[in-house]
């Protein structure tokens, strides 16, 4: 099917400029929901969309902070280990 059929224009014609219809709130407006990759435009953050209450935040504060403690202890063991094998069987 030609285009001219589909339109009632002819082939030649120019094109009518249509961009501002996709744009936010316009009546041809473009949902890239789903499609894989990244927009071009700057979006906002993700976790933005999160539904954390305020009264969540600081316990999980609390959880990165212990979690923190945990694995510096446990870089300071591995050292320790790292260490005492070189000493013990050098190469």
């Known amino acids: 099917m030609l285009h001219s059929q589909i339109t009632n ?7 009518k400029s249509h961009a501002s219809s996709h744009q936010n ?9 789903g499609l894989s990759g990244e927009l071009a435009d700057v ?3 993700k ?3 999160t539904d954390l209450k305020p009264d969540v ?3 999980l504060m609390q959880t990165l902070w212990q979690l923190d403690a945990i694995i510096t202890t446990l870089e300071s063991k591995i050292e320790i280990l790292t260490t005492k094998a070189d ?4 190469v």
């Not at 709130?25 to 929901?33: A, F």
């Not at 000493?87 to 050098?90: I, M, Q």
Request: hydrophobic content about 30%; glycine content about 0%; charged content about 20%.
């Open 9 to 15: 224009e002819s082939d030649l014609h120019s094109p």
């Open 25 to 33: 709130n316009k009546s041809d407006e473009i949902n890239v929901n």
């Open 43 to 45: 979006q906002p953050p």
């Open 47 to 49: 976790f933005a969309t």
């Open 57 to 59: 935040i600081p316990s």
């Open 87 to 90: 000493v013990e069987f050098p």
